[in-house]
């Protein structure tokens, strides 16, 4: 996947999975209340994403 310069949101989370997508082209929110209300605001649905291999954390794209 390409990478960008400036980081997102996940730059902040202590997660090694979620910091290795921090420079990911994708507005990435970690699973939590600022997913949803953002999803409900904009009348989305959450979805997490899948991964081939098992994970402890969630995250949410809107």
Same mark, same amino acid.
């Given at each position: @996947?390409?990478? &960008?310069? *400036?980081p &997102?949101? /996940?730059?902040?989370? *202590?997660?090694?999975? /979620? /910091? #290795?997508?921090?420079?990911?082209?994708?507005?990435?929110?970690?699973?939590?209340?600022?997913?949803?209300?953002?999803?409900q605001?904009?009348? !989305?649905?959450? #979805?997490?994403s !899948?991964?081939?291999?098992? !994970?402890?954390? !969630?995250?949410? @794209?809107?």
């Amino acid at each position: @996947m390409p990478t &960008n310069n *400036k980081p &997102n949101r /996940l730059i902040v989370e *202590k997660s090694p999975y /979620l /910091l #290795q997508h921090a420079h990911n082209p994708v507005d990435w929110f970690p699973w939590g209340e600022e997913a949803f209300e953002k999803a409900q605001r904009e009348n !989305k649905i959450p #979805q997490n994403s !899948k991964n081939d291999s098992p !994970k402890l954390y !969630k995250q949410c @794209m809107i």
